[in-house]
């Protein structure tokens, strides 16, 4: 290791940018771009402020490092920062164990990074062998539990002493308390569109997309539902009350089986169809959706502004996701496990596709055409034909179908937490 400062705060460096890279690819990169300068700083402040202290360490140059950078600006925390020397070994001795603080607990102060590293300034070389890292959790800061429309049950909820306030209640949402000079505030809590109040159990403004739910007081939290829904942002596309699991896929295979017998006749091309369904379900299941381009240029986001209705969400999807799209959304399965809402992805000579309506007793498929640049009225029911190149009259389809591979949609195929 280098003796001078910087160049070992540099090579510390290098040893970061290294391992976030490693760990998490472009994210990391990106990362350690936004604090390299915070960290190097941080590293050769601790290094100038040890330096003569680790060099005068009864002439021992190795050492086990640790140091703290505040997570606000970071600057080296002294507190949680500190070195221990290896001592002399006698030829012979073998290992010796190294404990920084001699073994007792650090506690950390603050909220930040702690980097632990190795160091030989000597000309002699080290080994240093099972370094082991234990992380002991701090006392739960919050506890805190609610009526359906947000307001504390302070019977059963508790508070540690002596600790930073929580902020983030109800839902994850900022509370705004005690944020005047006077020490009063308004103790609403900041839905991002608008301002909730827990006690009252109504937002202060209008909800903007008031006129596309005339039924409603443009007032109220969660269609005055809180024990189903929940208002993401004070507005949404439609309420989301979970996320996606693995129950999903054997859901939406039955929901498929009655969903699709509303589109039998109407004019839809088959990707509109597939994403129609797919939509249908997620709204009725109150799920978020995105759905994405093939170039990746173009998403379309059921809790984005930009949608006020499943109706919208639903047009803008169909009008931007094309058949050679759904490819972008969803992940192979073999065809002998196909289930009803599986699609199998024809390309040539151009982009279709089937959807499995049924696999029992027998494997049928639904679909939507063109003709032209004018849809079709969508078919359903018909004998599964994908697996060969002409039917049982002989007639010989122009489409080069995959024998073996379905394709299912990304997010039925999405694990518990």
């Known amino acids: 290791t280098p003796d001078d400062p910087q160049s070992l705060a540099q090579q510390l460096l290098n040893g970061i940018n290294t391992s976030f890279a490693y760990q998490q ?5 990106d990362l350690v771009s936004q604090y390299s300068d915070g960290w190097f700083n941080g590293l050769l402040s601790f290094l100038d402020s040890h330096q003569g202290e680790m060099a005068n360490s009864d002439n021992t140059l190795a050492h086990l490092n640790w140091m703290m950078l505040d997570g606000e600006n970071l600057e080296l925390v002294q507190e949680n920062s500190g070195f221990v020397k290896v001592p002399m070994i006698d030829v012979g001795e073998g290992k010796v164990l190294l404990q920084a603080e001699d073994g007792e607990d650090i506690e950390i102060t603050r909220s930040g990074y702690i980097y632990i590293f190795v160091s030989n300034s000597a000309n002699v070389p080290m080994r240093f062998d099972d370094l082991f890292i234990e992380r002991t959790r701090s006392a739960l800061l919050e506890e805190t ?15 540690a002493e ?17 944020e ?3 020490g009063s505030g308004l103790e609403w809590l900041d839905y991002g569109h608008r301002m909730y109040d827990g006690q009252l159990g109504r937002f202060f403004t209008q909800d903007r997309l008031a006129d596309s739910f005339p039924i409603f007081s443009p007032y109220l939290y969660a269609g005055n539902n809180p024990i ?28 498929i089986q009655t969903k699709i017998k509303d589109y039998e006749g109407k004019k839809l091309d088959c990707a509109d169809l597939a994403v129609a369904l797919l939509v249908d379900y997620a709204s009725a299941n109150g799920l978020s959706l995105q759905l994405t381009t093939t170039n990746g240029k173009k998403t379309f986001d059921s809790n984005s502004d930009d949608f006020t209705s499943t109706k919208q969400f639903k047009s803008s999807a169909q009008q931007g996701i094309f058949a050679k799209d759904i490819s972008a959304n969803t992940n192979t399965v073999d065809k002998k496990d196909a289930q009803a809402g599986d699609m199998v992805l024809l390309t040539k000579p151009a982009n279709h596709i089937v959807i499995y309506d049924q696999v029992n007793p027998k494997k049928t498929v639904a679909y939507g055409n ?12 018909r004998w599964d034909w994908t697996n060969i190149t002409q039917d049982n009259n002989g007639t010989v389809y122009k489409y080069n179908p995959d024998t073996k591979h379905a394709h299912r949609w990304k997010v039925l195929q999405r694990k518990q937490p």
């Open 25 to 29: 690819g472009q994210k990391g990169l």
């Open 145 to 159: 539990h609610y009526y359906p429309f947000g307001l504390i049950m302070s019977g059963i909820s508790s508070k």
């Open 162 to 178: 002596s600790t930073l306030a929580n902020k983030y209640k109800y839902n994850g949402k900022e509370e705004q308390r005690q």
């Open 180 to 182: 005047f000079s006077d």
């Open 228 to 255: 189903s829904f929940v208002d993401v942002m004070g507005d949404s596309a439609w309420s989301v009350t979970r996320d996606w699991n693995e129950d999903d896929a054997a859901a939406f295979a039955s929901f």
């Open 370 to 381: 063109l003709a032209g640049r004018n849809p079709l009225p969508v078919v359903i029911g």
